[in-house]
T-cell receptor, first 116, second 113 residues
């Protein structure tokens, strides 16, 4: 199946710093990527839809100034957590749909963010 | 407002027996359903899916059943194996196209040897 690569897999940072997470589609082009967040024992919650060449669409309750999304090419989307706080600690996962693989979403391996 | 519900947070099954994971949805506009398997600290991996025009889809040991009138689907794994132990997420999509999936909270399956 299609491959979505996500880096880093784990990051620990101090409160107040910014963290960038990269999501790449390795063998297909993705005009749209989706960013999810998962808290322990909770579901995958959609944060935002990343659109290549245009602004991201954020879900209700997600601060766009805090979670900056850039989708500058058809294979790369980045999520930057700005001025991170301990409550931002979570598992962040990106996903994309291969246009030739139907409705399936392919997921990256996720990034575990821990803010001290 | 949870549109996709997995009411059983956990399930334990003996190796070799059948595992049945259930999922209910409330949005009648959903027309495509998927099951994902997830290990800790990893992204979900696609398992099996079903379109609303079908009521059953089978792939090896995995079968998904859809009851549209009841807005209910289930994933059957038979025979269950210890390697099947993971969290299983039910997901739904409203329209064909580039839209996100809506996920349930997941069911943790433990297959006991």
């Amino acid at each position: 199946g299609a491959v979505v690569s996500q880096h880093p897999s784990r990051v620990i940072c101090k409160s107040g710093t910014s963290v960038k997470i990269e999501c790449r589609s390795l063998d297909f082009q993705a005009t749209t990527m989706f960013w999810y967040r998962q808290f322990p024992k909770q579901s995958l919650m959609l944060m935002a839809t990343s659109n290549e060449g245009s602004k991201a669409t954020y879900e209700q309750g997600v601060e766009k100034d805090k979670f900056l999304i850039n989708h500058a090419s058809l294979t790369l989307s980045t999520l930057t957590v700005t001025s991170a706080h301990p409550e931002d600690s979570s598992f962040y996962i990106c996903s994309a749909r291969d246009p030739y693989a139907g409705e399936k979403l392919f997921f990256g391996s996720g990034t575990q963010l821990s803010v001290l | 407002d949870q549109q996709v519900k997995q009411n059983s947070p956990s399930l334990s099954v003996q190796e070799g027996r059948i595992s049945i994971l259930n999922c209910d949805y409330t949005n009648s506009m959903f027309d495509y359903f998927l099951w994902y398997k997830k290990y800790p600290a990893e992204g979900p991996t696609f398992l099996i899916s079903i379109s609303s025009i079908k009521d059953k889809n089978e792939d090896g040991r995995f079968t998904v059943f859809l009851n549209k009138s009841a807005k209910h689907l289930s994933l059957h794994i038979v025979p269950s194996q210890p390697g099947d132990s993971a969290v299983y997420f039910c997901a739904a999509s409203g329209t064909i196209g580039n839209t996100p999936l809506v996920f349930g909270k997941g069911t943790r399956l433990s297959v006991i040897a």
